[in-house]
């Protein structure tokens, strides 16, 4: 029977040798960046000038939020608790969900899935709407809790402009900004997550890596306040209002 084994075509290790998609690794550092070496290994092919830029922009727009995100609340809560620094930053990625840094994933399946469908674009922007607004549901990408316009948004469209691309999956998420605010009333800005979502499929990435992108930008950011937490303030410290209200049963006994 043949031996089973796990097999990649990402990297190759021999003795004294390491390749990542074929180039050598001493070659990597000595001439890449790191945000090449990203879109190296998460696309199989050196990155050109453009998307070199348009990679760095995209992994620094995210790289943190304050301490208020639950990612970073996780983490400086869990070093808080007296554990290691990798058990602190794994606890801030394991927040990373729909809710949180997951908007990419699931804005860049909407934008791909609707223009590989074809159409107008106008005309695709108010089916979507409509259909979340029967199902009660909010759009991912859209609003922000804190900006009216999302700064890192700006940036990553100008850039994506200036770069050549800005494709049809901007195009759509501008549409549907455009079309939410017209049918809601009120301004609900494409957020960096959306931003990001409508870049990156504009460049060939395919949805699936979405929550990716977020998580390798956010982790220096969560190793910072991690860090932060340890060398700067008192163990197992209680973060904001600790008050509580119990709403449960009354007091019970056992017969």
Known sequence: MEKETWKTSITQIKKGEIRVRGYDITELMEK????????????????????????????????????????SLAA????????PLNASVAGGVLTIGDSHGGAIEQCARIFQEMVKKGGKLSRSAAELINDYSSRKK???????????????TVELFKLAGKLGFSGRHID????I????????????????????????SDMGFDWRMGKGFFIISRVPGLVAHAYEELTREKPMRRLGNTDFEYDGPGPKGIN
């Open 32 to 71: 890449l960046t790191f945000s090449q070496v990203v879109f190296l290994i998460l696309k199989g092919e050196l990155p050109n000038p453009k998307e070199s830029k348009m990679m760095e922009a995209i992994l620094v727009s995210s790289i943190d939020h304050g301490a208020t995100p639950p990612s």
């Open 138 to 152: 909010r759009i991912p990408g859209y609003g922000h809790r804190l900006h009216e316009t999302d700064p890192r």
């Open 76 to 83: 400086r809560t869990v070093i808080s608790g007296g554990n």
């Open 172 to 175: 759509l998420a501008k549409e």
């Open 177 to 200: 900004e455009k079309k939410l605010e017209e049918s809601s009333g009120r301004k609900l800005p494409l957020n960096v997550d959306g931003a990001i979502a409508a870049v990156i």
